[in-house]
C-alpha cells in the first residue's frame, strides 16, 4: 500500500478564528499615510470601505472570531484538501517530500473566495447593499460576484478591457453568479469618460479599473468598494488556509521546512504562512518563501517605500515595496501577479527578515506547471505554477544534498480557465522576460518627492 | 453551530473493489449480437479492446479487485466528498434533505476519470502503448488524455468537429496532457475521407468520431480503442462513487430514500446507483431515478431493442433502449446526454423494474442549476443539472407531502467549460424542445430487420 496521500478534515476542523499577525510584529507595521506624509485615520477610509471592516485593518488583536454565517458560507467547500504530491516527487527523484494545500476546490476555483465571503458579509451587516470591484483575469470578480449573490448583494465588476475582450468565459462565470461586469475604462464613471476621450481604444489597466471601482462606490446610494488582496484584512481572512494546514501537517505527523507561495498583491502568499511566521518569530526554524515573476519584480528589485496602489495615486500611500506606481509588467499570462506593489503585511515581514523573496521566469514555471499536470493530474494556474517551480528548486536542492526536505506549497488555483497561456507555451509562442535596470529605474522616478517610511 | 455539511473519506475508505451489478441481476443480461443474432463471443472484440477488459466485460463475478497502481492515481483525488445541500434545501423551502456526492473534483471535472484510469491501466498491462477515442463535448478526451498520460500511453482524440470549433479549451487541456485532438471527420481514416469527400462541411457527429477511432486503433499498431460509457466494464469502473456514497451516508447516519443521476450513455448514473439497486435486489425500499432530456428520451420514449452503437453499424448490436441509431438529438448544451442509446446494464434494470426514468426540458435543468450556483456556490455542468432538476422536483413533492425525503445525487461535473450555454440561456436564447412522435417513429424505421431481445 503506498503511503498516504492527503489529509482531510472535517466542518468541524474548520478554523472558528482568523490569525492577525498585527499582534506579533517585531516591530509595528507603519500607518498608511497622504501626500504631506501625516497617517491616514480610520474615518478617511469610511466613504470607502465599512466601518467593521476598517476596523479589521487596523486591529492589533491576535485572533478575530470567524461569524457564524461566514462559516456556514465557508464550509460549502472549506476545509480543503492537503495533499501530498507523490507523483511529482517521484518524477522530480528528489528525497523531498511535496504537500500542498490545495485551494482550487472552491467553486471559484481559487482562494479568493476566502475573503469574497466575509467582505460581503460584513458590508452587508453594514447595511450596504451594493459592492464595486475591479478585476484583472478575473479570479477576483468572480469570487466577490459569488459572495455577493450568496448575501444578497448587488456586485458590480470593472474589469480590465483587454481581459474582458480575451476572456470572455470569465464574465459568463460573474454572470451566473448575477454580477454586472462592464470593461474598463467604461462610459459610467468620470475616470473611465476621460480615459476614452484621450484614448478611446485603450486596453484599460488594473489601476484604471481601481478608479472607476472606487469613484463608482463613493458616488452611489449605498455601495462600498471590495478589494481582492493587498490590505490587511484581506490578507488575514486567508489565514484560514494556513491555519488548516498546519493541522493537516500535524496530522501527517510532519512540520514543513519550507513553506512557499506565490505573490502578486500578497494574500495567498499570506494566507498559507502567516501562521508559520507567527511560529518563526516564537522560535521555529523555518524557511519561507514567496515567489514572483521575474517580469513583475517587486520585493526582490523595487525599493521599500510609500507609494500609491493605483497609477492616477487615489488611495493613500502605502508603506510597501513597490516598482513605482506607474510600473506596467509586460504581458504575462500570471495576471494575478502583475501588480506593481505588494501588501504591507507581506513587504514588512520581508524588512523583518522572517521571509525570503525569489523572482522564477515564466518558462521554468509553465514546465514545472507542466510536469505537474503529467504527474498529479490537476492543471494549475499560472500564478500558482510559481509556487510549483520554487517546490521544484528547493526538491532539486533536497536531492544534491541527499536531505529530506519537507516542502509545503499552497496550490492556490486551478488553471482551466487560462488554457490559453498552456497553449502559447506549448507551440513555443512564450518567452521569458527580465526587467532592464533602466526601465525599473524610469519607473522608480514616480517615487520622488513622496514621503520615506521610517527606518526599522 | 449549523448541522454537519459534508462527509470526507481518508485514501483508506476509498474502495479496494468495483462492484459488478452482473452477479445479482434477476435475469442475466442479453448478449451483444450479430445481424444474424448471433451473439459475439470476446473474441470478436480483441482487435478492439485488451482482453483483460474483455474479461471484465463479460465477468459475472460479484467483487473485482481494483489494481493498486489504479488505486495509486485514482487516490489522486478520491474518494470525493459528499456535501449536504443546505443553502439550495433552504431556497427551495423543502423539508427534504438534499445530499450531493461531488465528481467535479477530479482534475478534468467529471465522473469521467474513474473509467480512464483503469481502461488506460490495463491496456498498458496488456502492452497495448497507444489509444484512440472519439469525444463530443469534451469531457472524455479530457479524461483519456490525462490517464493516458499517467500511464506512459500515446493518446489520439477524434473530436466531432462542431465541438472542435466551438469548445477550443478542450482541446487546451487535451493537450496539456499530452494528448493529439483532431477535428472529426479527418482525412487520416478511410471513414473521414468518405464522409469528406461527400460533404467536406459536415459539422461531423459522434457516430462518425467513433467510426474513425475504431477504424484507427484496429489499423495501427499497438493501438486499441476505449470507449468512456455505455459498456459494462465502463459501468463497473464508475461504482466507485456509489460504494464511497453508502459509506458516506451512513456516517450521516442516514440512508437515501430516493437516488438520483443523470443519463447519457449511463457510466455517471450506473456509478452512483448500482451499489443502491444491489440494496434493492436484496430488499431495501428505494427509488432510483435515471434523468434524461426531454430532447433525447431515450428511456422514456424508446423500445427496447437490439441496436447498434453508431450510425455506420460498425458495432455489435447491443440490447438497449434506443431511438434508432440514425437519431441525431437537437443541439442542447447538455452534449454528455445526447446519445440515442443506453448502455445495457441500465437499459437492463429499468426493464427489471428496479429503477425509473423521468425526461426533464432543458430550460427547468438551466433554471435548478442557477439556483444551486446562487446558493452552494459551484456551477454545475449541464448533465449534472438534469440530476439536480430531478432532485428538486422530489423535494418539492416532499414539500407538499409534509415528509422529509432523504435524497442522493451525483454532481458529475463542473460547468467551467460549459458557459456557454449558462449565457444563452441568461440571455433567453435557450428553448425547450419535445421530439415530435412522428420524427420519433422515422428514426426508428432503422431498427426493422433486426434481431429482436429475448423477453424477460
Redesign the interface.
Given at each position: 500500500?503506498?503511503a498516504?496521500?492527503?489529509?482531510?478534515?472535517?466542518?468541524n476542523d474548520m478554523p472558528r478564528q482568523w490569525y492577525n499577525i498585527q499582534a506579533d510584529l517585531p516591530h509595528p507595521l507603519p500607518p498608511p499615510v497622504g501626500k504631506d506624509g501625516k497617517p491616514i485615520g480610520p474615518d478617511a477610509l469610511a466613504p470607502v470601505f465599512p466601518m467593521n471592516l476598517i476596523e479589521q485593518e487596523v486591529s492589533t488583536q491576535r485572533w478575530i472570531d470567524i461569524p457564524?454565517e461566514v462559516?456556514?458560507?465557508l464550509?460549502?467547500?472549506r476545509p480543503s484538501?492537503l495533499?501530498r504530491a507523490?507523483?511529482f516527487e517521484k518524477a522530480l527523484g528528489t528525497p523531498a517530500k511535496i504537500y500542498y494545500k490545495n485551494e482550487g476546490?472552491?467553486?471559484?476555483?481559487s482562494h479568493k473566495?476566502n475573503t469574497a465571503i466575509p467582505q460581503a458579509y460584513y458590508n452587508r451587516e453594514f447595511g450596504i447593499q451594493r459592492l464595486t470591484t475591479e478585476t484583472g483575469a478575473g479570479q477576483w470578480g468572480c469570487a466577490l460576484a459569488?459572495a455577493c449573490?450568496?448575501f444578497g448583494l448587488i456586485c458590480k465588476v470593472y474589469m480590465v478591457r483587454i481581459s474582458f475582450d480575451q476572456k470572455p468565459?470569465r464574465k459568463?462565470?460573474m454572470?451566473?453568479?448575477?454580477a454586472e461586469c462592464v470593461a474598463s475604462p467604461s462610459n459610467l464613471t468620470q475616470a473611465g469618460r476621460a480615459i476614452l476621450a484621450k484614448t478611446p481604444d485603450t486596453p484599460g489597466s488594473l489601476a484604471i479599473a481601481i478608479s472607476e471601482a472606487i469613484e463608482d462606490a463613493v458616488t452611489s446610494k449605498n455601495t462600498r468598494y471590495s478589494l481582492g488582496s493587498v490590505l490587511n484584512h484581506v490578507l488575514m481572512h486567508q489565514t484560514v488556509v494556513g491555519l488548516e494546514a498546519q493541522k493537516q501537517m500535524k496530522m501527517m505527523g510532519e512540520y514543513p521546512d519550507v513553506v512557499i507561495g506565490c505573490v502578486g498583491g500578497g494574500s495567498n502568499f499570506a494566507g498559507i504562512s502567516f501562521p508559520f511566521v507567527c511560529d518563526k518569530i516564537h522560535g521555529k526554524n523555518i524557511k519561507i518563501v514567496a515567489v514572483e515573476p521575474t517580469a513583475c519584480p517587486t520585493l526582490t528589485r523595487g525599493p521599500f517605500v510609500y507609494d500609491s496602489g493605483d497609477v492616477a495615486m487615489m488611495t493613500p500611500l502605502l508603506p510597501m515595496y513597490s516598482l513605482g506606481h506607474g510600473f506596467v509588467p509586460q504581458p504575462i499570462h500570471a495576471g494575478g501577479l502583475r501588480y506593481h506593489g505588494m501588501a504591507p503585511l507581506v513587504s514588512h515581514v520581508l524588512r523583518e527578515g522572517l521571509i525570503e523573496a525569489v523572482a522564477i521566469p515564466q518558462l521554468e514555471c509553465y514546465k514545472s506547471a507542466?510536469l505537474w499536470?503529467?504527474?498529479?493530474?490537476?492543471?494549475p494556474a499560472p500564478e500558482t505554477s510559481h509556487a510549483i517551480a520554487a517546490a521544484a528548486r528547493e526538491a532539486k536542492q533536497a536531492q544534491e544534498e541527499g536531505k529530506e526536505r519537507i516542502i509545503l506549497l499552497n496550490w492556490s488555483g486551478h488553471g482551466?480557465?487560462d488554457?490559453?497561456g498552456?497553449?502559447a507555451y506549448?507551440n513555443g509562442k512564450l518567452s521569458d522576460y527580465q526587467l532592464p535596470d533602466n526601465d525599473l529605474q524610469a519607473s522608480l522616478k514616480a517615487l520622488e518627492g513622496l514621503p520615506v517610511p521610517p527606518k526599522l
Open positions: 500500500m503506498s498516504q496521500s492527503k489529509v482531510v478534515l472535517s466542518d457564524e462559516i456556514e458560507k464550509l460549502l467547500w484538501p495533499y507523490h507523483q476546490v472552491s467553486p471559484a476555483g473566495p459569488m449573490k450568496l468565459f459568463m462565470m454572470n451566473v453568479w448575477g507542466v499536470a503529467h504527474t498529479e493530474g490537476f492543471i482551466l480557465m488554457l490559453t498552456y497553449e506549448m
